[in-house]
Protein backbone atom coordinates (compact mmCIF):
# COMPACT_ATOMS: atom_id res chain seq x y z
CA UNK A 1 0.00 0.00 0.00
CA UNK A 2 1.21 3.30 -1.13
CA UNK A 3 -0.35 6.98 0.14
CA UNK A 4 0.48 10.56 -1.33
CA UNK A 5 -0.23 13.27 1.25
CA UNK A 6 0.08 17.27 0.49
CA UNK A 7 -0.76 20.17 2.04
CA UNK A 8 -2.06 23.65 0.42
CA UNK A 9 -3.99 26.16 1.42
CA UNK A 10 -4.57 29.97 1.96
CA UNK A 11 -7.59 31.27 2.97
CA UNK A 12 -8.60 34.30 0.11
CA UNK A 13 -10.17 37.57 1.06
CA UNK A 14 -10.95 38.43 -2.65
CA UNK A 15 -10.80 42.18 -1.68
CA UNK A 16 -8.28 42.80 0.87
CA UNK A 17 -5.52 44.68 -0.29
CA UNK A 18 -2.54 42.44 -0.09
CA UNK A 19 -2.07 40.20 -3.01
CA UNK A 20 -1.07 35.97 -1.12
CA UNK A 21 2.84 36.06 -2.76
CA UNK A 22 5.54 33.53 -2.36
CA UNK A 23 6.29 35.06 0.52
CA UNK A 24 3.40 34.86 2.42
CA UNK A 25 3.63 31.19 2.23
CA UNK A 26 7.64 31.45 3.02
CA UNK A 27 6.65 33.37 6.23
CA UNK A 28 3.51 31.40 7.26
CA UNK A 29 4.09 27.29 6.33
CA UNK A 30 6.59 26.18 3.48
CA UNK A 31 7.90 22.25 3.88
CA UNK A 32 9.17 19.75 1.79
CA UNK A 33 9.58 15.88 1.84
CA UNK A 34 8.15 16.25 5.13
CA UNK A 35 9.88 18.16 7.51
CA UNK A 36 7.63 19.06 10.06
CA UNK A 37 9.84 19.88 12.84
CA UNK A 38 9.17 19.86 16.52
CA UNK A 39 5.99 21.66 16.41
CA UNK A 40 3.98 21.45 12.86
CA UNK A 41 2.19 23.97 11.72
CA UNK A 42 -1.58 23.59 12.26
CA UNK A 43 -2.55 22.73 8.41
CA UNK A 44 0.77 20.28 8.30
CA UNK A 45 -0.02 18.39 11.49
CA UNK A 46 -2.16 16.26 9.98
CA UNK A 47 0.32 14.86 7.28
CA UNK A 48 2.19 13.87 10.34
CA UNK A 49 -0.80 12.23 11.77
CA UNK A 50 -1.58 10.02 9.14
CA UNK A 51 2.13 9.28 8.25
CA UNK A 52 2.20 7.87 11.29
CA UNK A 53 -0.91 5.98 11.42
CA UNK A 54 0.52 4.47 8.03
CA UNK A 55 3.74 3.52 9.42
CA UNK A 56 2.00 1.35 11.83
CA UNK A 57 0.14 -0.34 8.95
CA UNK A 58 3.82 -0.99 7.48
CA UNK A 59 1.93 1.14 4.40
CA UNK A 60 4.19 3.70 2.58
CA UNK A 61 3.74 7.49 2.37
CA UNK A 62 5.03 9.98 -0.44
CA UNK A 63 4.95 13.40 1.09
CA UNK A 64 4.47 16.44 -1.08
CA UNK A 65 4.18 20.00 -0.10
CA UNK A 66 2.92 20.96 2.77
CA UNK A 67 2.05 24.97 2.43
CA UNK A 68 -0.06 27.89 3.98
CA UNK A 69 -0.38 31.35 3.49
CA UNK A 70 -1.22 33.84 6.23
CA UNK A 71 -4.53 34.42 4.72
CA UNK A 72 -4.97 37.83 2.52
CA UNK A 73 -5.98 39.33 -1.13
CA UNK A 74 -5.91 36.76 -4.24
CA UNK A 75 -2.75 34.47 -4.52
CA UNK A 76 -0.74 35.26 -7.72
CA UNK A 77 -1.55 33.22 -10.84
CA UNK A 78 2.18 32.00 -11.03
CA UNK A 79 2.16 31.38 -7.14
CA UNK A 80 -0.87 29.12 -7.36
CA UNK A 81 0.60 27.63 -10.30
CA UNK A 82 3.78 26.54 -9.44
CA UNK A 83 2.87 24.82 -6.02
CA UNK A 84 0.01 23.31 -7.80
CA UNK A 85 2.33 21.78 -9.92
CA UNK A 86 4.58 20.55 -7.63
CA UNK A 87 2.03 18.25 -5.67
CA UNK A 88 1.43 17.12 -9.45
CA UNK A 89 5.12 16.42 -10.56
CA UNK A 90 5.47 14.11 -7.16
CA UNK A 91 2.12 12.66 -7.33
CA UNK A 92 3.77 11.66 -10.70
CA UNK A 93 6.80 10.45 -9.57
CA UNK A 94 5.55 8.60 -6.88
CA UNK A 95 2.47 6.46 -9.23
CA UNK A 96 1.12 4.12 -8.82
CA UNK A 97 -0.58 5.10 -5.57
CA UNK A 98 -3.41 3.28 -3.36
CA UNK A 99 -4.74 6.38 -1.83
CA UNK A 100 -4.39 10.00 -1.93
CA UNK A 101 -5.13 12.54 1.54
CA UNK A 102 -5.19 15.98 1.26
CA UNK A 103 -4.84 18.84 4.19
CA UNK A 104 -6.66 22.31 2.17
CA UNK A 105 -8.43 25.27 3.66
CA UNK A 106 -11.35 25.73 1.19
CA UNK A 107 -11.51 29.15 0.22
CA UNK A 108 -8.05 29.94 -1.46
CA UNK A 109 -8.57 31.65 -4.52
CA UNK A 110 -5.74 32.82 -7.41
CA UNK A 111 -5.77 35.14 -10.59
CA UNK A 112 -7.78 33.00 -12.92
CA UNK A 113 -9.07 30.28 -10.46
CA UNK A 114 -12.42 31.02 -8.31
CA UNK A 115 -11.78 27.26 -6.56
CA UNK A 116 -8.27 26.10 -6.29
CA UNK A 117 -8.95 23.28 -4.60
CA UNK A 118 -11.29 22.59 -6.68
CA UNK A 119 -9.18 22.85 -9.43
CA UNK A 120 -6.53 20.67 -7.51
CA UNK A 121 -8.33 17.64 -6.77
CA UNK A 122 -9.34 17.40 -10.23
CA UNK A 123 -6.57 17.71 -11.35
CA UNK A 124 -5.29 14.92 -8.94
CA UNK A 125 -8.20 12.70 -9.94
CA UNK A 126 -6.93 13.16 -13.78
CA UNK A 127 -3.61 11.49 -12.47
CA UNK A 128 -4.67 8.73 -10.04
CA UNK A 129 -8.14 7.83 -12.65
CA UNK A 130 -11.29 7.27 -10.86
CA UNK A 131 -10.72 3.97 -8.13
CA UNK A 132 -7.94 5.52 -6.19
CA UNK A 133 -9.72 6.65 -3.40
CA UNK A 134 -8.93 10.32 -2.03
CA UNK A 135 -10.01 12.17 1.09
CA UNK A 136 -9.58 16.03 1.70
CA UNK A 137 -10.06 17.40 5.69
CA UNK A 138 -10.89 20.95 4.93
CA UNK A 139 -10.91 24.32 7.05
CA UNK A 140 -15.03 25.14 8.07
CA UNK A 141 -14.62 28.45 6.16
CA UNK A 142 -14.16 26.54 3.11
CA UNK A 143 -16.18 26.54 0.03
CA UNK A 144 -17.17 23.51 -1.82
CA UNK A 145 -18.33 23.27 -5.53
CA UNK A 146 -20.35 19.82 -6.54
CA UNK A 147 -17.12 18.98 -8.70
CA UNK A 148 -15.10 18.95 -5.55
CA UNK A 149 -17.58 16.43 -3.58
CA UNK A 150 -17.60 14.19 -6.41
CA UNK A 151 -13.93 13.90 -7.63
CA UNK A 152 -13.31 13.17 -3.56
CA UNK A 153 -14.30 9.85 -1.55
CA UNK A 154 -14.56 11.78 1.93
CA UNK A 155 -14.58 15.33 3.37
CA UNK A 156 -14.14 16.18 7.16
CA UNK A 157 -14.40 19.71 7.89
CA UNK A 158 -13.32 21.18 11.41
CA UNK A 159 -15.80 22.10 13.53
CA UNK A 160 -14.90 24.38 16.10
CA UNK A 161 -14.58 28.40 15.86
CA UNK A 162 -12.17 28.55 16.85
CA UNK A 163 -10.27 26.22 15.04
CA UNK A 164 -9.11 23.72 18.04
CA UNK A 165 -9.94 20.49 16.52
CA UNK A 166 -7.91 20.10 13.33
CA UNK A 167 -5.52 17.31 14.41
CA UNK A 168 -8.97 15.05 15.87
CA UNK A 169 -10.78 15.75 12.50
CA UNK A 170 -7.68 14.72 10.85
CA UNK A 171 -7.70 11.35 12.68
CA UNK A 172 -11.83 11.34 11.89
CA UNK A 173 -11.00 10.76 8.45
CA UNK A 174 -7.73 8.73 8.74
CA UNK A 175 -10.28 5.90 10.18
CA UNK A 176 -12.40 6.62 7.52
CA UNK A 177 -9.95 6.41 4.80
CA UNK A 178 -7.95 3.61 6.27
CA UNK A 179 -11.51 1.30 6.34
CA UNK A 180 -11.67 2.77 2.73
CA UNK A 181 -7.86 1.39 1.73
CA UNK A 182 -8.79 -1.99 3.91
CA UNK A 183 -11.80 -2.29 1.36
CA UNK A 184 -14.57 -2.29 4.45
CA UNK A 185 -16.11 0.65 4.19
CA UNK A 186 -17.65 2.56 1.07
CA UNK A 187 -17.85 6.12 1.54
CA UNK A 188 -20.46 8.21 0.00
CA UNK A 189 -20.94 11.96 0.44
CA UNK A 190 -24.22 14.38 0.97
CA UNK A 191 -24.20 17.85 0.49
CA UNK A 192 -26.83 20.45 0.95
CA UNK A 193 -26.05 24.00 0.09
CA UNK A 194 -27.86 26.42 3.09
CA UNK A 195 -28.69 29.14 0.86
CA UNK A 196 -26.76 31.24 3.57
CA UNK A 197 -23.88 33.53 4.66
CA UNK A 198 -22.09 34.50 7.46
CA UNK A 199 -19.84 33.89 10.29
CA UNK A 200 -20.81 31.37 13.08
CA UNK A 201 -19.07 31.44 16.58
CA UNK A 202 -18.94 27.31 18.18
CA UNK A 203 -18.12 29.05 21.50
CA UNK A 204 -21.50 29.96 22.22
CA UNK A 205 -25.52 28.53 21.27
CA UNK A 206 -27.24 27.79 19.52
CA UNK A 207 -23.99 26.90 17.36
CA UNK A 208 -22.63 25.31 20.50
CA UNK A 209 -25.13 22.51 20.83
CA UNK A 210 -25.24 22.34 16.77
CA UNK A 211 -22.09 20.88 17.23
CA UNK A 212 -22.31 18.96 19.60
CA UNK A 213 -25.24 17.24 17.73
CA UNK A 214 -23.49 17.01 14.45
CA UNK A 215 -20.82 14.61 16.68
CA UNK A 216 -23.81 13.09 18.41
CA UNK A 217 -24.77 11.70 15.29
CA UNK A 218 -21.63 10.18 13.90
CA UNK A 219 -20.63 6.64 14.73
CA UNK A 220 -24.78 5.37 14.05
CA UNK A 221 -27.07 4.50 11.24
CA UNK A 222 -24.33 4.10 8.82
CA UNK A 223 -22.92 8.30 9.32
CA UNK A 224 -19.23 8.30 9.18
CA UNK A 225 -18.86 12.04 9.71
CA UNK A 226 -21.07 15.44 10.11
CA UNK A 227 -19.44 18.72 9.15
CA UNK A 228 -20.94 21.81 8.21
CA UNK A 229 -18.48 23.80 5.88
CA UNK A 230 -19.42 27.74 7.34
CA UNK A 231 -18.04 29.28 4.23
CA UNK A 232 -15.74 31.98 4.28
CA UNK A 233 -18.05 35.38 3.70
CA UNK A 234 -15.02 37.51 2.12
CA UNK A 235 -14.52 35.49 -0.56
CA UNK A 236 -16.61 35.95 -3.06
CA UNK A 237 -16.38 33.17 -5.27
CA UNK A 238 -19.58 31.12 -7.39
CA UNK A 239 -19.77 28.41 -4.16
CA UNK A 240 -19.37 30.66 -1.47
CA UNK A 241 -21.96 29.99 0.89
CA UNK A 242 -22.72 27.45 4.32
CA UNK A 243 -22.83 23.85 3.03
CA UNK A 244 -24.09 20.72 5.44
CA UNK A 245 -21.22 17.71 4.46
CA UNK A 246 -22.48 14.13 6.00
CA UNK A 247 -20.50 11.34 5.15
CA UNK A 248 -22.48 7.73 5.09
CA UNK A 249 -21.08 4.19 4.42
CA UNK A 250 -22.95 3.22 1.17
CA UNK A 251 -25.82 5.33 1.93
CA UNK A 252 -26.45 8.48 0.17
CA UNK A 253 -30.03 8.60 0.16
CA UNK A 254 -29.95 8.61 3.69
CA UNK A 255 -26.99 11.11 4.10
CA UNK A 256 -28.77 13.30 1.88
CA UNK A 257 -32.09 13.43 4.45
CA UNK A 258 -29.90 13.85 7.27
CA UNK A 259 -27.60 16.91 5.28
CA UNK A 260 -30.71 19.02 4.39
CA UNK A 261 -32.46 18.18 7.92
CA UNK A 262 -29.49 20.03 9.54
CA UNK A 263 -29.40 22.06 6.75
CA UNK A 264 -32.53 23.50 7.43
CA UNK A 265 -32.61 23.71 11.07
CA UNK A 266 -29.55 25.86 10.58
CA UNK A 267 -31.30 28.36 8.21
CA UNK A 268 -34.00 28.65 10.78
CA UNK A 269 -31.15 29.63 13.46
CA UNK A 270 -29.63 32.31 10.93
CA UNK A 271 -30.69 35.39 13.03
CA UNK A 272 -29.49 33.72 15.98
CA UNK A 273 -25.81 32.51 15.18
CA UNK A 274 -25.29 36.17 13.49
CA UNK A 275 -22.64 37.65 15.73
CA UNK A 276 -23.09 41.30 16.78
CA UNK A 277 -20.50 43.32 16.58
CA UNK A 278 -20.33 47.10 18.69
CA UNK A 279 -18.76 50.50 17.70
CA UNK A 280 -15.30 51.66 18.93
CA UNK A 281 -16.36 54.20 21.46
CA UNK A 282 -19.01 51.49 23.07
CA UNK A 283 -16.36 48.52 23.04
CA UNK A 284 -14.02 51.23 25.00
CA UNK A 285 -16.81 52.60 27.42
CA UNK A 286 -17.78 49.78 28.51
CA UNK A 287 -13.91 47.78 28.53
CA UNK A 288 -13.46 50.63 31.09
CA UNK A 289 -17.17 50.20 32.76
CA UNK A 290 -15.54 46.72 34.44
CA UNK A 291 -14.23 46.66 37.42
CA UNK A 292 -11.81 44.25 37.14
CA UNK A 293 -9.30 43.82 33.69
CA UNK A 294 -8.52 42.35 31.25
CA UNK A 295 -11.21 43.22 28.75
CA UNK A 296 -10.16 41.90 25.75
CA UNK A 297 -11.26 44.11 22.76
CA UNK A 298 -11.09 41.74 19.41
CA UNK A 299 -10.09 44.14 16.45
CA UNK A 300 -12.08 41.88 13.87
CA UNK A 301 -11.87 44.17 11.14
CA UNK A 302 -8.00 44.23 10.75
CA UNK A 303 -7.52 40.14 11.58
CA UNK A 304 -4.61 39.06 9.86
CA UNK A 305 -6.59 35.54 10.00
CA UNK A 306 -9.01 36.99 7.68
CA UNK A 307 -6.72 38.84 5.20
CA UNK A 308 -6.66 42.12 7.55
CA UNK A 309 -3.20 43.75 6.89
CA UNK A 310 -3.01 43.76 10.61
CA UNK A 311 -1.44 47.22 11.23
CA UNK A 312 -4.93 49.47 11.22
CA UNK A 313 -4.93 52.00 13.86
CA UNK A 314 -8.63 52.83 14.39
CA UNK A 315 -9.07 51.61 18.03
CA UNK A 316 -5.85 52.65 18.76
CA UNK A 317 -6.20 56.24 18.16
CA UNK A 318 -8.85 56.09 20.19
CA UNK A 319 -7.43 54.60 23.26
CA UNK A 320 -4.43 57.38 22.64
CA UNK A 321 -6.82 60.44 22.16
CA UNK A 322 -9.03 59.35 25.55
CA UNK A 323 -5.74 59.37 27.54
CA UNK A 324 -6.18 55.08 28.08
CA UNK A 325 -3.23 54.05 29.54
CA UNK A 326 -2.59 50.08 31.66
CA UNK A 327 -3.76 48.86 27.74
CA UNK A 328 -1.67 46.37 25.41
CA UNK A 329 -2.26 45.87 22.10
CA UNK A 330 -0.76 42.79 19.51
CA UNK A 331 0.07 43.13 17.07
CA UNK A 332 0.98 45.51 14.63
CA UNK A 333 2.34 44.48 11.60
CA UNK A 334 4.98 46.78 9.94
CA UNK A 335 8.16 45.52 8.94
CA UNK A 336 9.23 49.06 8.42
CA UNK A 337 8.53 50.32 11.86
CA UNK A 338 10.46 46.87 13.23
CA UNK A 339 13.54 47.22 11.41
CA UNK A 340 13.89 50.65 12.72
CA UNK A 341 13.39 49.29 16.38
CA UNK A 342 15.44 46.39 16.16
CA UNK A 343 18.35 48.32 14.92
CA UNK A 344 18.04 51.01 17.83
CA UNK A 345 17.87 48.52 20.49
CA UNK A 346 16.49 47.78 23.86
CA UNK A 347 16.46 50.74 25.79
CA UNK A 348 16.22 53.21 22.70
CA UNK A 349 13.36 56.05 22.80
CA UNK A 350 12.67 57.98 19.53
CA UNK A 351 9.77 59.48 17.62
CA UNK A 352 8.31 56.36 15.50
CA UNK A 353 5.61 56.42 12.97
CA UNK A 354 3.66 53.30 13.23
CA UNK A 355 1.24 51.30 11.53
CA UNK A 356 -1.70 52.63 9.11
CA UNK A 357 0.58 51.82 6.24
CA UNK A 358 -0.83 49.48 3.60
CA UNK A 359 -3.87 51.48 2.72
CA UNK A 360 -7.32 52.97 3.58
CA UNK A 361 -8.28 49.85 5.52
CA UNK A 362 -5.41 50.21 7.72
CA UNK A 363 -6.37 54.26 8.36
CA UNK A 364 -3.61 56.83 9.25
CA UNK A 365 -0.19 55.61 10.76
CA UNK A 366 0.49 56.54 14.72
CA UNK A 367 3.08 59.08 14.74
CA UNK A 368 4.36 58.48 18.70
CA UNK A 369 7.07 58.91 21.03
CA UNK A 370 8.16 55.08 21.90
CA UNK A 371 10.79 53.23 24.13
CA UNK A 372 11.92 49.99 22.84
CA UNK A 373 11.61 47.55 25.82
CA UNK A 374 12.26 44.36 24.15
CA UNK A 375 13.12 42.58 21.33
CA UNK A 376 13.59 39.27 19.91
CA UNK A 377 14.80 37.84 16.33
CA UNK A 378 13.13 35.14 14.50
CA UNK A 379 10.22 34.60 17.29
CA UNK A 380 8.20 32.01 17.36
CA UNK A 381 4.84 32.15 19.65
CA UNK A 382 2.08 29.87 20.90
CA UNK A 383 -1.06 29.23 19.17
CA UNK A 384 -4.19 26.77 18.62
CA UNK A 385 -4.01 23.28 19.67
CA UNK A 386 -0.43 23.37 20.25
CA UNK A 387 0.73 24.68 17.04
CA UNK A 388 3.07 27.94 16.91
CA UNK A 389 3.01 30.86 14.73
CA UNK A 390 6.16 32.93 13.15
CA UNK A 391 6.42 36.71 13.92
CA UNK A 392 9.63 37.33 12.37
CA UNK A 393 11.24 39.87 14.33
CA UNK A 394 9.00 41.15 17.43
CA UNK A 395 9.48 44.08 19.46
CA UNK A 396 7.97 45.38 22.79
CA UNK A 397 7.12 48.72 22.65
CA UNK A 398 6.13 51.55 25.12
CA UNK A 399 4.07 54.80 24.41
CA UNK A 400 1.67 56.92 26.18
CA UNK A 401 0.54 54.18 29.02
CA UNK A 402 0.11 51.22 25.97
CA UNK A 403 2.50 48.22 25.53
CA UNK A 404 2.86 47.15 21.69
CA UNK A 405 3.59 44.70 19.95
CA UNK A 406 5.03 44.75 16.85
CA UNK A 407 6.11 42.44 14.08
CA UNK A 408 7.77 41.81 10.88
CA UNK A 409 5.66 38.25 9.66
CA UNK A 410 1.91 38.85 9.58
CA UNK A 411 0.08 36.37 12.01
CA UNK A 412 -2.82 36.46 13.70
CA UNK A 413 -3.34 36.97 17.84
CA UNK A 414 -4.12 33.89 19.04
CA UNK A 415 -2.64 32.91 22.60
CA UNK A 416 -1.71 35.38 25.64
CA UNK A 417 1.73 34.19 24.61
CA UNK A 418 1.86 36.61 21.95
CA UNK A 419 2.66 39.28 24.44
CA UNK A 420 4.18 37.02 27.33
CA UNK A 421 7.00 36.44 24.76
CA UNK A 422 7.95 39.62 24.57
CA UNK A 423 7.52 40.20 28.60
CA UNK A 424 4.28 41.86 28.89
CA UNK A 425 1.81 39.95 30.97
CA UNK A 426 -1.30 40.94 29.52
CA UNK A 427 -3.37 39.97 32.92
CA UNK A 428 -1.77 42.86 34.47
CA UNK A 429 -3.61 44.98 32.16
CA UNK A 430 -7.19 47.01 32.02
CA UNK A 431 -7.52 46.60 28.15
CA UNK A 432 -6.15 44.11 26.08
CA UNK A 433 -6.72 44.61 22.25
CA UNK A 434 -6.13 41.77 19.90
CA UNK A 435 -5.94 41.60 16.37
CA UNK A 436 -8.48 38.47 15.47
CA UNK A 437 -11.66 37.46 15.23
CA UNK A 438 -12.45 34.59 17.10
CA UNK A 439 -9.16 32.76 17.08
CA UNK A 440 -8.37 34.38 20.59
CA UNK A 441 -11.46 33.01 22.07
CA UNK A 442 -10.04 30.08 23.42
CA UNK A 443 -6.83 30.91 25.10
CA UNK A 444 -8.05 34.56 25.57
CA UNK A 445 -11.46 33.37 27.62
CA UNK A 446 -8.70 31.40 30.21
CA UNK A 447 -7.96 34.79 31.18
CA UNK A 448 -10.55 37.43 29.93
CA UNK A 449 -12.92 39.06 32.84
CA UNK A 450 -14.74 40.10 29.87
CA UNK A 451 -14.43 39.93 26.13
CA UNK A 452 -15.75 42.42 23.34
CA UNK A 453 -16.05 42.02 19.65
CA UNK A 454 -15.64 45.40 18.27
CA UNK A 455 -16.21 46.42 14.93
CA UNK A 456 -13.77 49.05 14.06
CA UNK A 457 -13.72 50.38 10.02
CA UNK A 458 -10.98 48.04 8.50
CA UNK A 459 -10.93 45.09 5.75
CA UNK A 460 -13.49 42.80 7.06
CA UNK A 461 -16.81 44.24 7.13
CA UNK A 462 -19.13 42.58 9.20
CA UNK A 463 -22.17 43.53 7.90
CA UNK A 464 -22.79 40.83 5.02
CA UNK A 465 -25.35 43.41 2.54
CA UNK A 466 -22.52 45.49 2.52
CA UNK A 467 -19.43 42.93 1.81
CA UNK A 468 -18.95 43.39 -2.08
CA UNK A 469 -20.44 40.64 -3.92
CA UNK A 470 -20.23 40.33 -7.72
CA UNK A 471 -19.56 36.80 -8.36
CA UNK A 472 -21.38 34.69 -5.48
CA UNK A 473 -24.11 32.07 -6.89
CA UNK A 474 -27.34 33.76 -5.99
CA UNK A 475 -30.08 34.04 -4.53
CA UNK A 476 -28.22 33.73 -0.87
CA UNK A 477 -29.39 35.04 2.53
CA UNK A 478 -28.89 38.34 3.67
CA UNK A 479 -28.26 39.51 0.08
CA UNK A 480 -31.49 37.96 -1.14
CA UNK A 481 -34.34 38.01 1.47
CA UNK A 482 -35.68 35.06 0.58
CA UNK A 483 -33.78 32.74 -1.34
CA UNK A 484 -35.53 29.37 -0.90
CA UNK A 485 -38.58 31.51 -2.68
CA UNK A 486 -37.57 29.25 -5.66
CA UNK A 487 -36.95 26.21 -6.49
CA UNK A 488 -34.02 25.89 -8.37
CA UNK A 489 -30.63 25.09 -6.70
CA UNK A 490 -27.54 27.30 -6.99
CA UNK A 491 -25.69 26.49 -10.12
CA UNK A 492 -22.42 25.51 -7.52
ZN1 LIG B 1 -11.03 29.07 9.31
Redesign the pocket.
Known amino acids: MKLFTACLGT?THTTAPLPTDLAAFESSHLVRGGDHGDVPHMFGAPLVIWREHAKKRGWDVVESLSAFATPSGITVRKVYEDLRDEILADLKAAMPVDGVLLSL?G?MVAEGYDDCEDDLVHRIREIVGPDIPMGAEL????HITRRFTNEVNAIVI?KE?P?TDSRERAEDLWKIMEATFDGTCKPAISSFDCRMIGCYHTTREPMRSFVDRMSALEGKDGVLSVSLG?G?PWGDVPAEGTRVIVVTDDNKTFGDELAEKLGRELWQMRDEITPRYVDIETAITDALAEKEGPVVIADMADNP?GGGPGDSTFIIRRMLERGIGMACVGGIWDPVATGICVGAGIGAKFQLRLGGKTGKVSGDPLDLKVEVKNVIRDAYVKSLGGSQRYLGDAVWLHAEGIDFVVHSARTQNNHPHFFEALGIDPTKLRIVVVKSMQHFHAEYSKIAKKIIYCAAPGTLEWDMTKVSHDKIARPVWPIDDDPWATNSERPW
Not at 139 to 142: A, G, S, V
Open positions: EHADLHCYYHHFG
